[in-house]
């Protein structure tokens, strides 16, 4: 009898299924991580690109856009390309484009920002249930400065 009983605390069928248990949730975090932080990052070069295709387009275009606003203009352009380009994974943030310029013409500088802020898939939700609602979203901004020709 004791033999047995000794014998069934000696076995160590089942202990690598007990240690994976252990160990997976620290590989999805990881993984998971990686995946995330590569988003954040991907749409950071997403909105650095959108800015200096607004720049670019406001700084070549004729200053009389059509019956267009030039600073709805410019906008459109770098959120037109966010709206092509942005993985949101169905978040419903929209970028802020904001363009400035002393004056419209040759020499002077045109500056357009964009704010965008990207909401968590992962790491929101992990926050919220230890108390933290500050690594729900991540603000990415971005700014292109170009000179009108």
């Known amino acids: 009898m004791f033999k047995k009983l000794i014998n069934f605390f000696k076995d160590e069928e089942g ?58 203009y410019v906008a459109d352009i770098a959120k037109d390309y966010c709206s092509n380009y942005l993985i949101d994974l169905g978040g419903s943030a929209t970028p802020v484009v904001t363009p400035t310029y002393p004056a419209k013409g040759f020499g002077n500088d045109l500056t357009v920002e964009v704010n965008y802020d990207y909401h968590f898939l992962v790491f929101g939700e992990l926050a919220k249930m230890f108390g933290a609602s500050s690594w729900s979203t991540v603000n990415l901004y971005a700014r292109a400065v170009m000179r009108y020709e």
């Open 15 to 72: 202990a690598a299924i007990a240690e994976f248990a252990l160990v997976l949730p620290v590989l999805a975090f990881l993984l998971f991580g990686m995946i995330e932080f590569g988003l954040v990052l991907f749409n950071k070069q997403v909105i650095t690109n959108a800015s200096r295709e607004a720049a670019r387009a406001g700084i070549v275009v004729d200053l009389d856009t059509g019956g267009t606003d030039y600073d709805t």
